[in-house]
């Protein structure tokens, strides 16, 4: 197995990279839905919720509102904080059983963590940064997702700076261009991940338990 992870600002095109390197044979173990399996109707992760932050936060079918969840952890540091101790430990375990399926393999596995560069993870054999100019971030946001302008540069200042994801990176995707650029990219990425060293079919995966993403918000 060879194991790594993606990550990207909001906006940058971050899934795109992540179906491409599906589509060449990568297996994806996608951060933000393990969120949401997680956090389904019935879930000790959703109960937990529903104690602490209220029903308030539970949707009428049953889902977690995260709008609403959303509202009362941005402005609240505390709340922040519990919300982080109610999903971290669920999410870590999930996340570590999903690489742990293929350590045996030779496959490569890449997770696709949004907050990576804010949370590191141990255990990973290289970084994948796809970036974009911020200005680039808030034109897509706006024009594609509906934001408003002043919503979408929040959540990228909240969000790890451009400089500070491109620091430890190991591979590069610029996706500030024609999305026909990538695929160059991709595949001279394609060839780096499998030049890299197999892990030991002994080797155990873990590190540090991340929320993938803000409540509300998507990669």
């Given at each position: 197995m060879i194991v790594v992870g993606l990550t990207g600002g909001i906006g940058s095109g971050k899934?795109?990279?992540?179906?491409?390197?599906?589509?060449?044979?990568?297996?994806?173990v996608d951060a933000d839905q393990v969120v949401r399996d997680v956090q389904q109707p019935g879930s000790p992760v959703l109960t937990k919720l529903a104690e602490r932050f209220g029903t308030e936060v539970i949707a009428v079918d049953g889902s977690l509102d995260r709008a609403a969840l959303a509202s009362i952890v941005f402005a609240d540091a505390d709340a922040l904080e519990d919300l982080n101790g109610i999903?971290?430990?669920?999410?870590?375990?999930?996340?570590?059983?999903?690489?742990?399926?293929?350590?045996?393999?030779?496959?490569?596995?890449?997770?696709?963590?949004?907050?990576?560069?804010?949370?590191?993870?141990?255990?990973?054999?290289g970084k994948i940064v796809v970036d974009v100019p911020v200005e680039t971030q808030v034109e897509r946001l706006?024009?594609?997702r509906g934001f408003e302008e002043a919503d979408a540069r929040a959540r990228i200042a909240r969000q790890a700076t451009r400089e500070l994801?491109?620091?430890?990176?190991?591979?590069?995707?610029?996706?500030?261009?024609?999305?026909?650029?990538?695929?160059?990219?991709?595949?001279r990425l394609w060839e780096w991940l499998q030049s890299l060293p197999q892990l030991?079919?002994?080797?155990?995966?873990?590190?540090?338990?991340?929320?993938a993403e803000e409540p509300g918000d998507g990669a």
């Amino acid at each position: 197995m060879i194991v790594v992870g993606l990550t990207g600002g909001i906006g940058s095109g971050k899934s795109t990279v992540s179906v491409a390197l599906s589509a060449r044979g990568a297996v994806i173990v996608d951060a933000d839905q393990v969120v949401r399996d997680v956090q389904q109707p019935g879930s000790p992760v959703l109960t937990k919720l529903a104690e602490r932050f209220g029903t308030e936060v539970i949707a009428v079918d049953g889902s977690l509102d995260r709008a609403a969840l959303a509202s009362i952890v941005f402005a609240d540091a505390d709340a922040l904080e519990d919300l982080n101790g109610i999903v971290h430990p669920a999410v870590g375990t999930e996340m570590n059983r999903q690489v742990m399926e293929h350590v045996a393999t030779e496959n490569v596995v890449v997770l696709d963590i949004p907050l990576l560069t804010e949370n590191p993870r141990e255990g990973l054999q290289g970084k994948i940064v796809v970036d974009v100019p911020v200005e680039t971030q808030v034109e897509r946001l706006v024009r594609y997702r509906g934001f408003e302008e002043a919503d979408a540069r929040a959540r990228i200042a909240r969000q790890a700076t451009r400089e500070l994801r491109l620091e430890n990176a190991d591979f590069v995707i610029d996706n500030s261009g024609n999305p026909d650029a990538l695929d160059g990219q991709i595949d001279r990425l394609w060839e780096w991940l499998q030049s890299l060293p197999q892990l030991p079919a002994d080797y155990q995966f873990g590190g540090r338990k991340d929320l993938a993403e803000e409540p509300g918000d998507g990669a």
